[in-house]
């Protein structure tokens, strides 16, 4: 009897992160995809989908009302409406990547739940020979600038671990490296008086979806002292290429390393 029945991969998927919803599309499973965020703009085609609301703030009703197989979901911060989800009867895949082999990690498992495990593993493949290849290229380099990467303003917080560890990929040091296995913003807040002491030689910021005030930035007391901001090292990171934990974060990469190497040949 169970040999004859045809059971079929999720057919009706709704993605509660940008990064979810791409990954979707890149393993070939877009045209399933019925519901995203308001954030995913990745790639063109996933903009036509319906919205079911923010990364905090989503509408239970507008999810059910799509009737999906499965929701993709991401972290800690989606507990409640994951929670919620599972109360009303859905399955969910909720990933909680820290770390930039937890993002590698992520699309095998997104892709393996699609059904699109071959196309998962082409997507990781492709990525890890990119992140050997700039890996490479800046490990000549003889000296690595000291890189402060800031994630909000208010209080100040130090970057996420695959951020860190992106930075020290494209040939930086992140003054705050040993933040890095703090899981919540809470455990990166750093003074602006330890980011003056550090003396970053590069300053990036990405203020989670917020755009960045470089005047804010380089106004705060004794910052006039820092060398990134003597030197005009400041350097915005849109949010979309950094802080959402998918394949858009090569293109951060790509923009870090770019920074870095006009830093050195200056």
Not at 169 to 188: N, W
Request: with cysteine; glycine share 10%; aromatic share 6%.
């Amino acid at each position: 009897m169970y040999g004859k029945t045809s059971i079929e991969f999720p057919r009706r998927v709704v993605c509660l992160t940008a990064e979810t919803a791409e990954i979707a599309f890149l393993v070939g499973a877009g045209d399933r995809v019925v519901g995203v965020p308001g954030t995913a703009r990745r790639p063109e085609a996933v903009r036509e989908k319906a919205r079911v609301g923010g990364f905090t703030t989503f509408r239970l009703d507008k999810i059910l009302a799509l009737e999906p197989d499965l929701v993709l979901a991401f972290s800690d911060l989606q507990k409640d409406v994951v929670r919620d989800l599972i109360g009303a009867g859905v399955a969910v895949l909720c990933t909680n990547q820290r770390s930039f082999d937890d993002v590698l990690r992520a699309i095998l498992v997104i892709g393996g739940a699609l059904g699109c495990e071959a196309a998962g593993r082409g997507l990781v493949q492709d990525m890890s020979d990119e992140v050997r290849q700039i890996r490479e290229y800046s490990a000549v380099w003889p000296d690595r600038p000291r890189v402060y990467f800031e994630e909000w303003h208010d209080p100040l917080i130090a970057g996420i671990r695959w951020v860190s560890e992106l930075i020290e990929i494209a040939g930086g040091r992140d003054v705050f490296a040993e933040l890095r296995d703090r899981q919540a913003a809470a455990g990166r807040v750093v003074s602006p008086e330890a980011v003056v002491e550090r003396d970053p030689q590069i300053i990036l910021a990405s203020w989670c979806g917020k755009p960045v005030d470089r005047g804010q930035i380089v106004g705060r007391p004794g910052w006039e002292r820092i060398s990134a901001v003597k030197a005009g090292q400041l350097h915005e990171i849109e949010g979309e290429d950094i802080l959402a934990p998918g394949p858009s974060l090569m293109a951060g990469l790509r923009r870090i390393h770019e920074v870095i190497q006009a830093f050195q040949a200056a």
